[in-house]
């Protein structure tokens, strides 16, 4: 059947030669890409997320508690690590300690150091014999009551040779150590914590005065660097080191059965030596010395203490591995939130889609919208739950004292992943979107 | 010079059960452009069946639609959607306007599926919605508007892209009597200005203002009928004198 073209032309209606002339009565259209903006997503996203306010708080909820926890989590437990580091350093690096070996008189086996089998020769020997080491110094400790002027404190007396700074990676904080010289001529000069220095001299300048130790006066040449916390908690700046030989002969020495007789001797290994090897041959050197049998246990202790703060370490990144994985679980059940809101979003707006495709929209157009929505919500989650992790652990390095580190490295994965998060659980629903039919999707009541 | 609309054996047919439904079967027609035609029938004539495939929002079973020469037919879904928005206008019964969205921000969404700017399309959208007699009210959200106002804004939509035709689907559906003649008066005059318009509706009252009538029944054309239009402005005027 063919239908009769007519122009009956009733009204006086300017038959559409032309055609492009604008027959809508407005000027032609201006020149344009013919695609859709990709910012116009986000606009509309916006636009559709500030409508339902209240219910996209609540769903960028999951997420926000999700990022805040990651963020705090990752905080403390980068603090942690950055405390252990610091304590591993304040240890010295390459470090072992040598001690005596445990005694076992009559079936009772006393601890560690009870045995005195060590001696100043020990370190020598080590420094001789052991070409990985760098330095070895034996140093004996013992508890005094300290007295300047009109105050008086208990520390640790410290006796070592100046090689002990180096193996600890200690020096001056004021004043200066002593020399080889001094040391050996056994002269009365006294190196003080900042500890000591706080509780005997006050505000007061510790440098050229005088401290009697067992009634023996000594002449404090300068003030030891803080070191803080050992990893036992211990305050390594209560303490005062003091030449050993003068100590042998003013102070600790006359009464002890070894007069060269030391408690630990530090030994520091040069840098990129092994570790391992280095400790085995200090074993094998003590077996030597001291002549132990081939069944017998050894006669002394080696330690590697990095090792030992190493552990702490992995111990404390375990438990930042176990917190971030609650947190990971908390930004997928915030990523589900999202799917679900998403999904029932979708469905309220089927007929606002179905007139979208009808007036030139793409299906991309319709995917990219719904997209940059669940994108943006989870990007505004995440962004909240950042400021709120970072406010989460300024809390915790504040009432609960625990050493907190944000990290940018830690902030910006979290908002990526959050952003990952929108992307993944708002795909499906945004698929749906994309894929409805104009026209049922336009009668959808 | 080439069909506005040119048809061949247009069919729409629905696997329904064990057979099929023939929703449209076997149209072969031809529009020139500027025509202002009305298709009609009862429920289920395939009327708005037709509709869709014009409006490339559906696609033939068998046939070929040519809009201007170009097969319809053939075209991938990004294509359809580019025709959709350069070539044509689409009007609903029910308006769909974004509720959330005032006049000039609903006139104006067409336009970002075309990729133009933030103002150039404010401005266009503001130009459109003055064509409709709306330039007083381009903030007021659809809420605040009464339903031929609606409607002249989801008209206005349906221009502002310039397209070659104009596709209302019982554009007066929604509308009591005066106001549907107005939305009609305002058809009229858009195709006295040279828009090809082609209106959807069951109603002889609406055809009546069309100069050419397509009436279906259970899918097939079965009448072509040309006639002379009645001017919906001058009933207006007849209104107002009485």
Do not use: C
């Not at chain 1, 080191?241 to 040069?270: E, L």
């Not at chain 1, 939130?337 to 979003?345: F, K, R, T, W």
């Not at chain 2, 076997?26 to 708005?48: D, E, H, I, T, Y």
């Not at chain 2, 195709?191 to 279906?216: C, K, N, P, Q, Y």
């Amino acid at each position: 059947m063919n239908a009769p073209v007519r122009d009956v032309a009733p009204v006086a209606a300017p038959v559409s030669a032309a055609g492009t002339a604008a027959p809508a009565g407005l000027p032609p259209m201006p020149p344009s890409s013919g695609r859709m903006h990709p910012f116009e997503a986000l606009g509309s996203a916006f636009a559709a997320l500030t409508a339902n306010a209240l219910r996209s708080m609540l769903t960028a909820l999951g997420i926000f508690i999700g990022v805040a926890a990651v963020i705090a989590t990752v905080a403390v437990g980068a603090g942690a690590r950055q405390q252990v580091m610091q304590q591993i350093q304040s240890l010295g690096a390459n470090l072992l300690m040598v001690w005596s070996g445990s005694v076992t008189q009559g079936g009772v086996r006393l601890g560690a150091g009870q045995r005195q089998n060590l001696s100043w020769d020990d370190a020598e020997a080590i420094m001789r014999d052991l070409p990985a080491v760098e330095v070895a110094a034996g140093s004996i400790r013992q508890s005094f009551q300290v007295v300047a002027g009109n105050q008086n404190w208990s520390t640790s007396i410290l006796a070592t040779a100046i090689d002990y700074f180096v193996a600890h990676d200690w020096n001056v904080a004021e004043g200066r150590l002593f020399s080889p010289e001094e040391a050996n001529s056994g002269r009365k000069l006294a190196l003080i914590g900042a500890t000591v220095a706080e509780n005997l001299f006050g505000d007061e300048d510790p440098l050229g005065r005088e401290i009697r130790i067992r009634a023996t006066p000594f002449e404090v040449i300068g003030v030891l660097a803080r070191k803080g916390q050992n990893t036992a908690g211990q305050d390594q700046d209560d303490i005062i080191i003091i030449p050993y030989w003068t100590a042998r002969r003013s102070v600790m020495g006359a009464s002890r059965a070894n007069a060269r007789a030391v408690n630990v001797v530090s030994v520091k290994v040069h840098e990129g030596e092994d570790m391992a090897a280095a400790e085995a041959a200090l074993r094998a050197l003590f077996r030597q010395r001291h002549r132990v049998a081939a069944n017998e246990p050894d006669s002394v202790q080696i330690r590697n203490l990095s090792e030992v703060a190493a552990t702490r370490d992995a111990s404390s990144r375990t438990l930042s591995v176990l917190l971030a994985s609650v947190a990971a679980v908390s930004l997928l059940v915030g990523g589900i939130g999202v799917m679900n809101i998403m999904l029932v979003s979708v469905t309220e707006r089927t007929r606002e889609i179905g007139l979208r495709l009808a007036i030139g929209a793409r299906r991309g157009d319709i995917l990219a919208q719904f997209l940059a929505e669940a994108v943006l919500l989870a990007l505004l989650g995440g962004a909240a739950g950042v400021g709120a992790g970072i406010a989460i652990s300024h809390v915790m390095a504040e009432a609960g004292g625990w050493p907190v580190l944000v990290e940018w490295d830690a902030i910006l994965l979290a908002v990526g992943v959050s952003g990952l998060t929108g992307l993944f659980f708002g795909y499906w629903p945004a698929r749906q979107a994309a894929r409805l039919d104009p026209i049922t999707a336009l009668r959808h009541d | 010079m080439t069909a506005l609309i040119e048809t061949r054996d247009l069919s729409r047919h629905y696997p329904a059960g064990d057979g099929v439904v023939k929703a449209l079967d076997g149209v072969s027609l031809s529009v020139p452009g500027g025509a202002f035609v009305a298709a009609m029938g009862p429920s289920g004539s395939g009327k708005s069946t037709f509709l869709n495939l014009i409006g490339a929002l559906d696609r033939p079973t068998r046939g070929t639609y040519r809009l201007s020469g170009e097969n319809v037919a053939d075209l991938p879904p990004d294509r359809l959607a580019d025709l959709r928005a350069r070539r044509l206008g689409f009007v609903f019964q029910s308006f769909h306007l974004l509720p959330r969205a005032d006049a000039l921000a609903n006139v104006a969404l067409p336009m970002v599926y075309r990729g133009l700017g933030r103002t150039a399309r404010r401005d266009r959208a503001a130009m459109a919605l003055d064509r409709v007699g709306l330039g007083g009210r381009l903030h007021h959200r659809p809420s605040q508007l009464s339903g031929g106002q609606q409607q002249r804004v989801a008209i206005a939509r349906a221009l502002v892209n310039a397209p070659d035709l104009l596709l209302a689907d019982e554009p007066t559906g929604a509308l009591d009597s005066r106001t549907g003649l107005e939305i009609m008066a305002l058809f009229q005059a858009l195709h006295a200005g040279g828009m090809a318009v082609m209106v959807v509706t069951h109603d002889e009252a609406v055809a009546r203002f069309a100069s050419r009538i397509l009436r279906f029944s259970d899918g097939h054309l079965i009448r072509d009928e040309a006639r002379v239009p009645v001017q919906a402005a001058a009933l207006l005027a007849e209104r107002e004198a009485a």
